[in-house]
């Protein structure tokens, strides 16, 4: 009985894997719509919903790993060690904060006007490394399918040194956490800075790759890559039927960001897109 009810599970797990295979759903930064950001309640929320767990990569003053799509405290939902509210216009570079201090900080308790069904907890920046952890952790308890993972690069030229570390760096800190926690083969590395996919692309062929766009025609934005994407993530705005039969003639997926209605989903699925990423998981 014992081995039948393991059986089960297994058929179930690869089902689950080749229905993810076929549609990736993505909550974007772990769901925001429902939960406080890029925190591990929400990654633990998108697991429910069997979502993908898109993220964003970013890094404190003594180098540590952290998931934030802002590298600075954002006065609009982060409050202060005393839980009071932030000066307007003089938020905090986190790339000059130790992580010690960063995580005093919070980020769940204060109400998000953009995201007025968002549950408000107490909530901090995590480490990426204990985010995986406990992830990971969560998924087995639960018997779900190991996670998969979508993480965002957070770089641009003008930010190197004072906003993040420069590429070759931020890259080789990140994969060392990713190859430590051996989760390679369930990761996406995604950016609009081309520079950290490139770095992928050579020294870490095993992991798939995702180029971020927010505007432009298609072959102009590959034209700036030295190779071809494994995926191509325009705002939902760009995409096309013309713009999806092209990217699969070229073999290279489409995920467009950040699509918040469920008429706008069906749209995009319409036009034969391989997955979506919403802030709101519930929506699938």
Same mark, same amino acid.
């Given at each position: 009985?014992?081995?039948?009810?393991?059986?089960?599970?297994?058929?179930?797990?690869?089902?689950?894997?080749?229905?993810?295979?076929?549609?990736?759903?993505?909550?974007?930064?772990?769901?925001?719509?429902?939960?406080?950001?890029?925190?591990?309640?929400?990654?633990?929320?998108?697991?429910?919903?069997?979502?993908?767990?898109?993220?964003?990569?970013?890094?404190?003053?003594? $180098? +540590?790993?952290?998931?934030?799509?802002?590298?600075?405290?954002? @006065?609009?939902?982060? /409050?202060?060690?005393?839980? #009071?509210? *932030?000066?307007?216009?003089?938020?905090?570079?986190?790339?000059?904060?130790?992580?010690?201090?960063?995580?005093?900080?919070?980020?769940?308790?204060?109400?998000?006007?953009?995201?007025?069904?968002?549950?408000?907890?107490?909530?901090?920046?995590?480490?990426?490394?204990?985010?995986?952890?406990?992830?990971?952790?969560?998924?087995?308890?639960?018997?779900?399918?190991?996670?998969?993972?979508?993480?965002?690069?957070?770089?641009?030229?003008?930010?190197?040194?004072?906003?993040?570390?420069?590429?070759?760096?931020?890259?080789?800190?990140?994969?060392?956490?990713?190859?430590?926690?051996?989760?390679?083969?369930?990761?996406?590395?995604?950016?609009?800075?081309?520079?950290?996919?490139?770095?992928?692309? $050579? +020294?870490?062929?095993?992991?798939?790759?995702?180029?971020?766009? @927010?505007?432009?025609? /298609?072959?102009?934005?590959? #034209?700036? *890559?030295?190779?071809?994407?494994?995926?191509?993530?325009?705002?939902?705005?760009?995409?096309?039927?013309?713009?999806?039969?092209?990217?699969?003639?070229?073999?290279?997926?489409?995920?467009?960001?950040?699509?918040?209605?469920?008429?706008?989903?069906?749209?995009?699925?319409?036009?034969?897109?391989?997955?979506?990423?919403?802030?709101?998981?519930?929506?699938?």
């Amino acid at each position: 009985m014992k081995k039948l009810s393991v059986l089960i599970l297994t058929v179930l797990s690869y089902q689950t894997m080749c229905a993810q295979e076929i549609f990736d759903k993505q909550a974007h930064r772990g769901g925001r719509g429902l939960m406080p950001e890029n925190t591990i309640p929400a990654m633990k929320l998108a697991l429910d919903y069997g979502n993908t767990l898109e993220m964003d990569i970013t890094f404190s003053k003594d $180098k +540590k790993v952290l998931v934030s799509h802002d590298q600075w405290m954002n @006065s609009l939902f982060v /409050l202060d060690p005393e839980g #009071k509210e *932030l000066p307007k216009g003089k938020d905090a570079n986190i790339y000059k904060m130790d992580y010690k201090d960063i995580k005093k900080y919070d980020v769940g308790s204060k109400f998000h006007k953009a995201f007025p069904q968002q549950k408000k907890i107490k909530a901090q920046i995590p480490l990426l490394a204990d985010l995986i952890d406990t992830v990971e952790h969560y998924a087995k308890i639960k018997n779900y399918p190991a996670p998969h993972y979508n993480m965002e690069t957070k770089m641009k030229e003008s930010g190197d040194n004072i906003f993040h570390p420069e590429p070759k760096e931020f890259v080789k800190r990140l994969m060392r956490v990713i190859k430590n926690k051996n989760i390679e083969s369930r990761v996406i590395i995604q950016s609009f800075d081309t520079r950290s996919l490139e770095i992928i692309h $050579k +020294k870490y062929k095993n992991v798939k790759t995702a180029y971020l766009v @927010s505007s432009g025609e /298609l072959e102009e934005n590959l #034209k700036k *890559l030295s190779f071809k994407p494994d995926i191509y993530s325009p705002t939902y705005k760009l995409v096309t039927s013309e713009l999806v039969a092209s990217c699969k003639k070229l073999g290279i997926k489409v995920l467009p960001w950040t699509v918040n209605t469920k008429s706008e989903i069906e749209s995009l699925k319409t036009m034969g897109v391989d997955g979506i990423i919403t802030d709101y998981p519930n929506l699938f």
